[in-house]
């Protein structure tokens, strides 16, 4: 018996999120008394495979398939149902990002296992097996029992305090059956972004809204990040407005994230715009308006226009280093 | 080509949290009840795919799962424009449920492009989509921006962790929406609002199902400590409570 980890690499990397999934995995396997199982699918070279047993991994299956080049939810969930059969998965353990909330409910029909979507922690019991989530976009929590045999939990980025715990597992490698009924669908023209550090990985996330006016104002959020080796945010109506590219809005209708930081530059606080950050662990505001609602979310504030206090900002950023 | 929506009837987005009975259910007093915006942008996107008769969509459908209650909501959808509705009549227990009994309604009503939202404001599963197309062994692409319809073919664009892609996908396909899909929600108007009434809305019995999941309770998000102050012109002192006390730069 074991717990699954489904861990996806980046050209063959591992990033954070990756480590972040195989320590809470470990976890749960230490609650259950069963071995870790981590799965990747992909070219991955061994020595990168081996840094999942840094973090616990008892055990690494490597799926290395050219029909798998591009992600397709049918073929996927049908390799990771394939792996969790093989090892006799109790629960599988899947980031809850775009991959992970594509490929968790297929597995979870697959398996007939409750999913679990957007944990935060560990369950407060395994038997019943009880999770706490966010729901009402993030207005409350619940706690939640999965009454199926398997299971199946999405963590969410950058929620989980994941330590280093040395292993040295064994690397096996799989060939899943995969007849071609499994792949309707075909890939073309794919952009990646490159250089910018994505707004979901980013530990610090510098974050303007109306209050900064126009478009045209924006070097210095831009270069607040560029010190802080931040990501760049947006409300929606900035984003609305073209101010700032879509991929930028965060909040209920937009990316939800949870960096250790965010600083929100003329940002009101609507109750939608903190649906997508409210799990920072650390928020700044800066509003001319002392009742803009954002200074209840916040754990820094400083009342004043952001043509100021931006510029004074990166000074003082700047001095530090 | 037909086109169905899941809609999911959720508490407007700036509703407060509230819970009764022990907090083991949502207080609906005083509560409005909307489309969940995902699915609002994907009734849009299904409505001007509609319009340009090239496409030849012959239908486009919402359905959800639902008591009585939720039929207002599906009403708003026919306002704005969709043909017809169908209520499959139980309480939404959870996902897999929910999943479960639209797919056993498209057993023997088929669609060929069908539409969910990323994520319902309530629940937060990010779910119903993937389950369903599961159920029904079709194809499934997640995170979607666009649709657009190519010589009967569907192309869809999504979101992968760290860029976009194109997809091309048999049919049947469940495409699950996000922002992007469209620009923003279409609103009914009058003649739309009137003509709702006399559209045909649906409602058929549910199958046996259990779900897989069930709430214990609900909890509210922990006070936080009150918002520590910092003169504007002291920046300094922010950067170091920042660096020295929450340590996060
Ligand atoms: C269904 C639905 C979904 C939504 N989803 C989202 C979402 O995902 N994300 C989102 O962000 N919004 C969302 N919204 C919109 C949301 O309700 C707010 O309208 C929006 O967040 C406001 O953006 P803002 O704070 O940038 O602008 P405003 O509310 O206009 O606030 C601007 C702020 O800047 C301050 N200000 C002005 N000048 C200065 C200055 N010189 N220096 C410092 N401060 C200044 C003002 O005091 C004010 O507080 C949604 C709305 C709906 C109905
Ligand atoms: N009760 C329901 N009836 C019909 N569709 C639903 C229902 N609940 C959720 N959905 C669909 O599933 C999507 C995702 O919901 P969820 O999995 O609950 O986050 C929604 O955007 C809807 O498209």
Redesign the interface.
């Known amino acids: 018996m074991s717990v699954l980890v489904f861990t996806?690499n980046?050209d063959g990397k591992f990033k954070k999120i990756s480590f972040e999934l195989v320590s809470y995995a470990s976890k749960i396997a230490e609650m259950l008394n069963v071995q870790t199982v981590a799965l990747s699918i992909g070219d991955v070279q061994e020595d990168e495979l081996k840094k999942l047993g840094n973090y616990a991994a008892d055990k690494i299956i490597s799926v290395n398939n050219d029909k798998l080049k591009?992600?397709?939810?049918?073929a996927y969930?049908s390799v990771i149902a394939q792996v969790a059969e093989k090892e006799g998965a109790k629960v599988v353990i899947i980031a809850?990002?775009?991959?992970g909330?594509?490929?968790?409910?297929?597995?979870?029909?697959?398996l007939?296992?409750?999913?679990?979507?957007?944990v935060s922690k560990l369950p407060s019991s395994v038997e019943p097996f009880?999770i706490f989530?966010?729901?009402?976009?993030?207005?409350?929590?619940?706690?939640?029992?999965?009454?199926?045999d398997i299971k199946i939990l999405?963590l969410s980025q950058n929620s989980f305090e994941f330590e280093e715990n040395v292993k040295s597992p064994s690397i096996e490698s799989f060939e899943p059956a995969l007849s071609d009924d499994l792949f309707?669908?075909?890939?073309?023209?794919?952009?990646?972004?490159t250089g910018k550090i994505?707004l979901?990985d980013a530990e610090?996330v510098v974050s303007g809204g109306r209050g900064m006016r126009s478009g045209d104002n924006w070097s210095p959020i831009e270069e607040l990040a560029e010190l802080?080796g931040a990501a760049t945010a947006c409300s929606r109506p900035v984003s609305d407005e073209g101010w700032r590219p879509?991929e930028e809005?965060t909040g209920?209708?937009?990316k939800i994230i949870a960096p250790?930081?965010y600083i929100a530059a003329g940002i009101s606080g609507a109750?939608?715009h903190l649906?997508g950050i409210?799990s920072s662990?650390?928020i700044?505001?800066i509003n001319t308006d002392k009742d803009a609602p954002i200074?209840?979310?916040?754990?820094?504030?400083?009342?004043?226009?952001t043509a100021?206090?931006l510029p004074?900002?990166i000074?003082?950023?700047k001095?530090?280093k | 080509m037909k086109i169905l929506i899941c809609l999911s009837n959720v508490p407007d987005t700036t509703t407060k949290a509230k819970f009764v009975n022990d907090n083991t259910a949502f207080d609906t007093t005083g509560v409005q009840w909307i489309i969940n915006p995902w699915d609002e942008l994907a009734l849009t996107r299904a409505i001007e795919l509609k319009s340009d008769a090239a496409n030849s969509i012959e239908n486009i459908t919402v359905i959800t799962v639902g008591e009585k209650d939720v039929e207002p909501t599906m009403r708003k959808a026919l306002a704005i424009g969709a043909d017809d509705a169908v209520r499959i009549d139980a309480e939404p227990t959870d996902a897999y449920f929910v999943a479960a009994q639209i797919a056993e309604y498209l057993k023997s009503n088929p669609f060929d492009l069908i539409f969910n939202g990323i994520e319902s404001a309530d629940y937060n599963g990010s779910a119903v989509g993937g389950m369903l197309a599961e159920f029904l062994n079709i194809p499934s692409v997640s995170a979607v921006s666009a649709v657009n319809i190519e010589n009967s073919q569907v192309k869809i664009k999504r979101d992968i962790d760290g860029g976009t892609e194109e997809v091309t996908s048999e049919l049947p396909v469940v495409a699950i929406a996000q922002k992007g899909i469209a620009k923003e929600p279409m609103i009914a108007a009058m003649r739309g609002i009137m003509m709702a009434r006399k559209k045909p809305l649906n409602v058929v019995a549910p199958v046996e199902v259990e779900a897989l999941t069930g709430i214990v309770n609900f909890e509210l998000p922990q006070p936080k400590p009150p918002c520590k102050m910092i003169e504007p012109d002291n920046v300094k002192e922010l950067v170091n409570l920042l660096q020295n006390e929450a340590k996060v730069i």
């Open positions: 996806e980046w591009n992600l397709d939810n049918q969930a809850h990002n775009n991959t909330k594509a490929l968790a409910p297929r597995l979870s029909v697959k007939k296992a409750g999913l679990g979507a957007g009880t989530k966010k729901v009402y976009s993030g207005k409350a929590y619940s706690n939640l029992v999965i009454k199926s999405t309707k669908t075909t890939v073309s023209n794919v952009q990646k972004q994505l979901t610090i802080l879509h809005h209920q209708t937009g250790n930081l109750i939608q649906a409210s662990k650390c700044v505001a200074f209840e979310a916040a754990d820094y504030g400083i009342i004043g226009d100021k206090v004074d900002f000074q003082a950023v001095e530090l």
